[in-house]
């Protein structure tokens, strides 16, 4: 875990890093999957379906106290940007 002070000079400007992405999966998602071996979708602690997957992030300003991230996605050779 990252304290403060180290984490000021991670964030800099123009850096990507990747870390693991998970958000609840729809129950389409669930519907349009279950026939495929993806393991993406996990069993959480309460039975909900819970989707991972590896995001990318830039980081693209940097402030005193709070820094400006967004999702890195391509999407047939088009870089998408989606701010989180």
Do not use: D, P
């Amino acid at each position: 875990m990252r304290t403060k002070g180290t984490a000021h000079s991670f964030f800099i400007k123009g850096r990507v890093f990747s870390m693991l992405w998970s958000e609840t999966a729809s129950a389409t998602m669930q519907v349009a999957r279950a026939g495929t071996e993806n393991s993406a979708i996990t069993v959480g602690r309460f039975g909900q379906g819970i989707y991972s997957q590896i995001r990318r992030f830039i980081v693209m300003k940097v402030n005193r106290e709070r820094h400006f991230v967004y999702a890195w996605s391509v999407y047939r050779a088009i870089l998408k940007l989606t701010r989180i």
